[in-house]
């Protein structure tokens, strides 16, 4: 989403005995130069994080990259943390601002 239709895609998966992409590695390349790398697996745990690095610093994304409680950014060696709370209506407390349902 952030890069735009990719120019070329490489990807390397498995599947498993029950029809399933148990695991895969995505890597694409963008007009401009940037390049993003892709992996998830069913078979083993992966750390569910998101990181946009680029020249100047990056934002990583933590936890449950759809509903993130939290970004950290960099740019060059200072370091801050954006909090993301979310309340529903009726004051039930859910992380983040990504997927939920109002």
Not at 56 to 80: E, M, Y
């Amino acid at each position: 989403m952030l890069l735009g239709t990719p120019e070329h895609v490489t990807a390397l998966g498995e599947i498993g005995d029950t029809g399933v992409d148990e695991h895969v590695a995505v890597l694409t390349s963008h007009s401009g130069g940037a390049i993003a790398a892709v992996t998830t697996s069913l078979r083993t745990h992966l750390y569910s994080t998101a990181r946009i690095s680029g020249t100047h610093g990056s934002i990583t994304v933590s936890g449950l990259i759809t509903a993130p409680s939290a970004l950290l950014v960099q740019v060059g060696d200072q370091h801050a943390q954006l909090d993301l709370p979310f309340n529903r209506e009726g004051g039930s407390y859910v992380p983040g601002r990504g997927h939920h349902v109002a």
